[in-house]
Each structure stands twice: as structure tokens, then as C-alpha cells.
DNA sequence: ACGCATTCGATGCACAAGCAAATAATGCGT
DNA sequence: ACGCATTATTTGCTTGTGCATCGAATGCGT
């Protein structure tokens, strides 16, 4: 793969980003009361079984530097979307939990999210 | 293609472009002192021939809004990478061009930029 | 020629993000 | 048991971004 050919994709893949990641943000913001990165976060809690995540596990999974996501988690907290637990086996760490209101509020959100994923990916 | 294989390829557009766009940036900032939207921007004006850009041009270009790309002009302004000029026939419009040092500074940059995109996007 | 909607770019403001330092708890070596 | 490096999270600070707004210039309709 020649160097233009890297760029081109390059370019492509932050226009596919930039636009996207713009509409998600406006639909799931106006509809929801949901930024794109706590859209992502609320998705990966409710997809799991425990429901517990650590702070720095979801940073990585959604690619946030873990004091972005302290307060991000600080944020839907006060939302009461999710709650944090003591760790009682490490007392360093935190729990972050969804809560009922966050599985209401994510299964709303979910046809959006999907809606626009499926318009913006097929082009 | 159905919601799975969707939000799939959109997590996955998210990891590429996270990790593309964080190695980007640290390089481009400790070797040459540029963003990454500072470096797209030099870019695209390196490109072409005139080298005359209006804001709003380079703005959809890089996907940043009208007001982040005034205030990164003025950054490379300052930096003395380009030149605002008055534009004759429209004086609400400005031009901006990229100047004998940018053209040094993205040459510079360029290496570093190729060689990332090569490492990350081909995994 | 005059008014008015429109367009271009700059700026005030609020907010989310990263980095570095602070805080707190662990556990390893001795 | 004690000190010290390490790990997990939060917080202070700075910066870049978007939105709304502003001021200036344009041009269209009358």
C-alpha cells in the first residue's frame, strides 16, 4: 500500500468518523440528553451480565483517557444513570454499575444509535 | 448488513481512529510541534497550487467547525506558519496561505505523518 | 439609493479532554 | 512490621472545540 493510497483512506476514514460521530451527537443529545461517549459507556454496561466495570476498563473501551472518563462517570452519576461501589476486595478501586434509569434511558436510546449507525455506514 | 455487523465496524472505525489519531498527535507533537488538525490543515494548503484557502474551506476540508478553524489560523499565524490576506473582491472573506516556513515545517512533518498512517492502518 | 436578509469570519462563553500531580490502598522485599 | 514502588482513581490546570452571537460587507428587491 503506497503512501497515497494510506492517506486516501486515512482521510476517509476521518471523514466517515467526523460526519457520523456529528450526527450521533445531535440526534442521541436532542433525543436523549446523551453525549456520544456516554451513549458508548451506558452501552457497554447494559450489554454486560454483572453490570460492574472498573473506571479503567471503560476508558479503554472507549478510548478515553481514564480522568475523562472519571468524569464522565462523575456526570452520569449525578444523572443517576449509574452509581459507583466500593470494591471490597481492592479498596482502591470503584465499581460503576448501571442503574434501572440507565437501562431505561440506554433501551431509548438504542434505536437511535442504531438508526443513524445503519444510515451513516451504508454511505 | 444487520445491527450487529453495524455497531461492529463502527467500533471498530472508533479504535482505528482512536489509536491512529493519539499516535499521530504525540508524534507530530514532540517531533515538529504540530496537532494533527494543524498538520491536515498545512497539508491540504501544501497540496494545492494557488495555496489560497477561505476559512470555510479548509474548515469542511479537516471537518472542524467554522470557529475551531479561525482559531487554529491564528495559532499558525502566530507560529508564522501562514498569512491571512485581505481577499479584493469580497472583504468579508479571507485568505489564507501558507507561508515559506510552513512549507518547510510540513515537509518536515511529512515523514513522521506517512509513516504512522503506514504502521497504524495496516495493523 | 435604501432597507434587509444573507454570508464571512471573529469572539464570548461553556464544556469536555488530556496531562500531571495528589490521594489512597496494595503488596513486595527485607 | 516497615518502607517503597506500584496501581486505581480523582482533581487542578490548560487547551481545543462547538454553539451562539457579533460586526462587517454583500447583494437583492423595490
Given at each position: 500500500m503506497n503512501d497515497h493510497d494510506v492517506v486516501g483512506s486515512w482521510r476517509e476514514l476521518l471523514a466517515r468518523h467526523?460526519?457520523?460521530?456529528c450526527v450521533l451527537e445531535r440526534e442521541l443529545g436532542e433525543k436523549h440528553g446523551l453525549g456520544v461517549s456516554d451513549f458508548e459507556v451506558l452501552d457497554r454496561m447494559a450489554e454486560s451480565e454483572?453490570?460492574?466495570y472498573r473506571v479503567?476498563?471503560?476508558a479503554d473501551e472507549v478510548h478515553l483517557s481514564q480522568s475523562a472518563l472519571s468524569r464522565l462517570v462523575s456526570r452520569l452519576?449525578?444523572?443517576g444513570l449509574v452509581c459507583r461501589n466500593m470494591c471490597q476486595e481492592d479498596r482502591r478501586g470503584v465499581f460503576v454499575q448501571i442503574t434501572e434509569a440507565g437501562?431505561?434511558?440506554h433501551r431509548q436510546a438504542l434505536?437511535?444509535?442504531r438508526a443513524?449507525?445503519?444510515a451513516s455506514l451504508n454511505d
Open positions: 467526523a460526519t457520523t460521530w454483572h453490570g460492574k479503567q476498563e471503560l452519576e449525578k444523572a437501562i431505561d434511558r434505536p437511535t444509535h443513524v449507525l445503519g
